[in-house]
């Protein structure tokens, strides 16, 4: 063995004592590296009894595949209603009106059922002083083959523009 002088000597302390202070420091730091590790898998796996995380992706897997399948029904559930909707009527009005200044009251009337394609039919009662005759019209996109009368015309404009 050499020998150390006392300067030396003190040198070679120093230096033990520095690299103790980095294993210790490296120790520490991945203690607490150990812990925080430790805490995020038992937050990944909470609710788990024993299991590991595989198993709760797996199961968070499955969970989702289950959801992407129901969402995939709503969606078609959705398009066969939204289909059914559009088919339904949506616009109505109803203008009363006395065709005859001789009659009392505004018995009479033009009925405006309309989809959100404007197809539809418009039902027209003329009440005379011999009886009540009903007409019906069919609309195809807001028109109809028949000649519509002022009132038939007013109940199918406001069907389709007034908020229903």
Partial sequence: MIP????????AVV?????L???????????FRYRQLTQTVAH???GKRGATLEDTIHAH???????????????????ATRAIAHRS???????????????????????ALLNAH????????????????IYAKPLTNHTSPYTL???EREALTRATTEQN
């Fill in 4 to 11: 150390l002088s006392p300067h030396e000597l003190i040198w």
């Fill in 61 to 79: 897997n499955k969970e989702l595949d289950a959801l992407r399948a129901e969402i995939s029904a709503l969606r078609e559930e959705h398009d």
């Fill in 21 to 31: 202070c980095i294993v210790i420091g490296a120790l520490v730091f991945l203690w």
């Fill in 44 to 46: 990944l796996t909470r």
């Fill in 89 to 111: 009527i949506h616009h109505v009005h109803v203008v009363r009106y006395n065709p005859f200044k001789d009659l009392g009251g505004d018995q009479s009337f033009a009925l």
């Fill in 149 to 151: 009368s002022d009132e």
């Fill in 118 to 133: 404007g197809d539809g039919v418009i039902v027209s009662s003329l009440h005379t002083r011999d009886g009540t005759r």
């Fill in 15 to 19: 230096a033990l004592a520095c690299a």
